[in-house]
């Protein structure tokens, strides 16, 4: 059976980080504060707002709700981003997303100023991804993959790190940080050519393909380590990855599972980008 490569742990760690550094900025009066922005009522954003809640009140980062109806207009964000920059005890802002489609998504996520950009919202955070430039924060999934495996001790310099998935939110951003830390990396997607022969000659496979149990014990050879960043309800109305843990964890020798894997970790990393973001305003 494969180890289980706990997303608990690499939180415990992550929070025992945050609290200390927010101690010291404590010292200086400095109080890490993040803003919280949510346009209408959609489920999975009330869901995970309320963790992002309980994970700031549990570590001590202030937060500020400003939520709007999802009849608002993109005027009516956009007047919200502009008083959270010009707001300096504001440190960071989380706008859920993807916003109602009448929203002119594109002109509001890039009105945030980068150094509050805790999230990767803006095309100049998401370019620095790629550029190695140090201009806001990297997305919080693909780093929470990128804290799992260094918690592990997991070295990714001169490994094979293949990819499912190619999205802006998790599969490119992840690519471009392993391969900052000098693996050789493939990208495979809905169009790649007998994925499984890919697959199966990771040293890790990172899989964002965004659909339940895509990933079958077909995919997965011995030794492998498994990051799976998906979460889905199935049939059964059970939450499940992007892996079909049952079949593939006897085969590989580590994985995340889900729940309890990658998830949990990003809420983390989301607190320790507001908390980093304070450290800079000094």
């Known amino acids: 059976m494969a180890q289980l490569l706990l997303g608990k742990e690499v939180?415990?760690?992550?929070?025992?980080?945050?609290?200390?550094?927010?101690?010291?900025?404590?010292?200086?009066?400095?109080?890490?504060?993040?803003a919280i922005v949510r346009v209408g009522e959609n489920e999975s954003d009330v869901a995970y707002e309320r963790g992002a809640v309980k994970r700031c009140e549990t570590l001590g980062v202030v937060y500020e709700k400003f939520l709007l109806g999802a009849d608002c207009s993109?005027?009516?964000?956009?007047?919200i981003i502009e008083k959270i920059n010009n707001d300096d005890k504001i440190h960071g802002c989380l706008l859920f997303r993807p916003l109602p489609k009448h929203l002119d998504a594109e002109k509001i996520e890039n009105a945030l100023r980068p150094e509050k950009d805790v999230d990767c919202m803006t095309e100049r955070s998401i370019g620095s991804v790629f550029t190695g430039k140090n201009v806001g924060y990297p997305p919080c999934t693909p780093q929470a993959c990128m804290e799992i495996l260094k918690h592990y001790g997991y070295e990714l310099k001169g490994k094979n790190v293949v990819v499912i998935g190619r999205s802006l939110v998790v599969g490119k951003p992840v690519a471009m940080m392993c391969m900052?830390?000098?693996?050789t990396i493939t990208i495979c997607h809905t169009k790649t050519v007998?994925?499984?022969?890919?697959?199966k000659k990771a040293d890790i496979l990172i899989v964002a393909a965004g659909r339940p149990r895509i990933v079958g014990a077909d995919y997965v050879s011995e030794g492998q380590t498994v990051i799976d960043v998906g979460i889905n309800v199935d049939e059964n109305g059970n939450m499940c990855g992007d892996v079909d843990f049952d079949a593939v964890s006897p085969k590989v020798s580590a994985i995340t599972p889900?729940?309890?894997?990658?998830g949990g970790v990003t809420t983390s990393v989301l607190l320790s980008h507001v908390v980093d973001a304070a450290k800079r305003s000094l």
Do not use: F, H, Q, W
């Open 180 to 183: 900052k830390e000098n693996a």
């Open 194 to 199: 007998n994925m499984p022969e890919i697959t």
């Open 74 to 79: 993109t005027d009516d964000v956009l007047a």
């Open 11 to 34: 939180t415990a760690s992550l929070n025992a980080r945050i609290m200390n550094d927010i101690a010291e900025l404590g010292k200086s009066g400095i109080m890490p504060k993040l």
């Open 258 to 262: 889900v729940p309890g894997g990658v």
